[in-house]
């Protein structure tokens, strides 16, 4: 299918694209696109591993401020504007060098859908977790990371129902809104974040309130709207309800299953491991929304449940009912390490099946020798 997306931000289109445009001279030709979309997502990777090493459990901020190096922070805002930049030529590049092909699409898009819960759990480590004085609950945490990748969904059901990929406007608002989170973190500490900025609300109160109005009165609603033209337009891939709504069914039962056991857990297991329990949130709805985009492009149907939920249905139900007691913690950690290895193993194959498929390279632009 050919790809169509649409980019109405004024953000986007007055600003941010005429500087794409001048940084895509400098990229070499003969470097492959998905060299360009790997090496941005290696970096957000590599941003957060660092800052976890300094701050495992979201408490460096409050407690302790000066304990993550002013240089991380520095760090965390060159890598998070490289990783935009490259997120944002790689598809030039791909038109400059006549290779664009539906497995870039697929890796652009799969890598953002990780991405997305990733830029979200550093930047919770700048504004740290709430010590009884300033930052943020675990609780609002995984709401906030929720709505993001809800966002993220969103973009991906439209497309799947009308063709289209509409852009949200929150991408560009939320890459320039964390690069200079942490410009002004580096620059001025973490001290900022902790001082009530307006009639007593904080930065973080205001970026949540934000966020929150952007994504349920701005995106959900064009997203509505969007497929509610197409339908009237008679352009819609699916005649009926059922089909348009498929899409939604495994990330919402993904939603309410991890709710459950962030709200039944009996040894408060998000507050216990905030940082393990929401990588896991982000991988499994990852991989979740891959198989989405994958339907989407191949125009196939996605199935109702996704191989995904019974496993975690089972820990689900073995946690909340007391069966792993003590166990818990343990648990998640090994479930959390198999279902990052198998979305990898998912990722590595669908890679290169669709690369012998289109008898093309991932990393290379030299054409592969017909056998």
């Known amino acids: 299918s050919q790809y169509s997306a649409v980019d109405t931000n004024p953000l986007s289109v007055y600003i941010m694209q005429p500087i794409w445009n001048k940084i895509i001279k400098i990229v070499p030709l003969w470097i492959a696109p998905n060299v360009l979309t790997f090496s941005g997502f290696v970096m957000i990777l590599f941003n957060y591993f660092l800052i976890s090493f300094y701050d495992w459990d979201y408490t460096a901020s409050g407690t302790s401020p000066g304990l993550v190096p002013t240089w991380v922070w520095l760090f965390s805002a060159f890598t998070t504007f490289c990783a935009y930049a490259l997120d944002s030529i ?8 006549q ?9 652009d898009h799969g890598l953002d859908s990780w991405a997305t819960s990733i830029f979200v759990l550093s930047f919770f ?5 709430d010590n009884g004085k300033t930052g943020v609950s675990v609780y609002t945490m995984y709401i906030y990371l929720s709505i993001v990748l809800f966002n993220f969904m969103c973009s991906h059901w439209e497309k799947y129902n009308t063709g289209v990929l509409f852009l949200p406007w929150g991408y560009d608002i939320s890459q320039v809104v964390l690069i200079a989170a942490y410009l002004l973190t580096g620059t001025v500490g973490v001290e900022v974040w902790q001082k009530p900025l307006l009639f007593g609300y904080y930065i973080t109160d205001l970026l949540v309130i934000l966020l929150v109005g952007f994504s349920l009165f701005l995106s959900f609603p064009q997203t509505l709207y969007n497929i509610h033209r197409a ?20 990330p919402l039962l993904l939603f309410i299953l991890l709710t459950v056991w962030v709200v039944f857990s009996p040894s408060n297991i998000l507050a216990k491991q905030p940082r393990v329990f929401l990588w896991m949130v982000g991988v499994a709805f990852s991989n979740v929304i891959c198989k989405v985009i994958i339907c989407q492009m191949s125009s196939t149907r996605p199935e109702l449940f996704h191989w995904f939920l019974f496993p975690l249905a089972l820990v689900v139900y073995a946690a909340i009912s007391g069966l792993l007691g003590c166990m818990e913690e343990v648990v998640l950690g090994v479930f959390t390490a198999l279902v990052t290895a198998a979305h990898v193993h998912y990722g590595v194959c669908v890679g290169r099946q669709l690369s012998e498929h289109l008898n093309i390279y991932i990393f290379s632009l030299k054409k592969r020798v017909q056998e």
């Open 231 to 250: 339908h009237l337009k008679k352009t819609l891939k699916n005649d009926s309800l059922y089909e348009g709504l498929l899409p939604l069914v495994s």
């Open 125 to 129: 480590s700048v504004c740290s977790r």
């Open 99 to 107: 290779s664009s092909t539906p497995l870039g699409e697929l890796f």
């Open 90 to 97: 790689d598809g030039k590049h791909a038109r400059r060098t």
